[in-house]
């Protein structure tokens, strides 16, 4: 119930605009993250600082974590300094996506102290954190579920996948995929079209009015591409980790992944060329440059 402590581990582009959330719904929060100007704007507001994820966890009954990379959730999961060493909290929100793999390895290693994961990663970038319309999927046993749903409730929309560790992961692995080989197809589309002639916002305007519409084209290439600002908030790095992490859990499950397996390649060489820290967007400069051309409009 708002009112009571929550612990936040990882205030950074999406956990600070998720932890703010919180603070706004009436929650005092307990917070934590390795880079310092990131807990700075909750700390302003009246959150307590912790100096380590542990500490987090000796101050809340509920502790949520978004992060960047499965080792890291591992390493303030289950490390010496981590919430597995706090002698408070009970439930473990992580918001992060880091594979069904990592969240059944966290799953078996909470059991030693009776803490339960919910395994909750979320899709809608940071527009969505900031404005509560995030896609929340949730995996954990059904009765954790009701206690968390009112926390989660002031993410955006929440999707319950079952009480197995990992679903909820495996089905965000499976968005992101998606999402990443829209962009990629969508890109080679519109980098024809402009090589033939056609202005590229007229394409686009009729791709989203025709069968070929999608997330790319409906609202990546009109934020970020056709400005030529490639700045639409989800890093290079971060795509080619979910990407690589989908493949992998794929592969091992026995599904073929041939077009994913492409989209993994684009990535590959987005993050080659302009770096891990570069917006995913900029998946379309590698084609504008391939091809010659400006996807401006």
């Known amino acids: 119930m708002a009112g009571e402590t929550i612990g936040f581990v990882g205030t950074g582009r999406m956990g600070g605009p998720m932890a703010g959330r919180l603070m706004d719904a009436g929650y005092a929060l307990c917070v934590y993250d390795t880079q310092g100007e990131a807990t700075k704007p909750l700390v302003a507001r009246g959150a307590r600082l912790a100096k380590s994820p542990a500490e987090v966890a000796s101050s809340a009954d509920i502790v949520l974590a978004s992060l960047p990379t499965p080792d890291i959730v591992k390493a303030v999961a289950l490390g010496p300094d981590g919430i597995i060493a706090g002698n408070r909290a009970s439930i473990v929100i992580d918001l992060s996506t880091s594979g069904p793999g990592a969240a059944k390895l966290i799953a078996e290693g909470f059991k030693s102290r009776n803490l339960t994961l919910v395994d909750a990663p979320v899709s809608g970038g940071i527009k969505g954190a900031v404005n509560g319309t995030l896609a929340v999927m949730v995996s954990c046993p059904k009765d954790t ?138 998946i379309a400069k590698v084609l504008e440059e391939w091809a010659g051309v400006e996807m401006r409009g």
């Open 145 to 282: 579920y009701e206690t968390v749903q009112p926390i989660l409730k002031h993410f955006g929309k929440l999707f319950y996948t079952g009480d197995k560790p990992g679903t909820a992961q495996t089905a965000k692995l499976a968005n992101n995929l998606m999402a990443a080989a829209a962009l990629v197809i969508t890109s080679e589309a519109v980098a024809m079209g402009v090589k033939g002639g056609v202005d590229a916002k007229v394409l686009i305007d009729i791709i989203n009015a025709s069968s070929g519409r999608n997330s790319a084209s409906e609202d990546k290439f009109p934020r970020a591409v056709l400005p030529g600002t490639f700045d639409f908030g989800f890093t290079t790095g971060l795509s080619y980790k979910d990407v690589r992490l989908c493949i992998d859990e794929a592969e091992a499950m026995g599904v073929p992944m041939v077009c994913g397996s492409v989209v993994r390649q684009m990535l590959a060489i987005t993050n080659a060329k302009y770096g891990a820290s570069s917006d995913f967007t900029s």
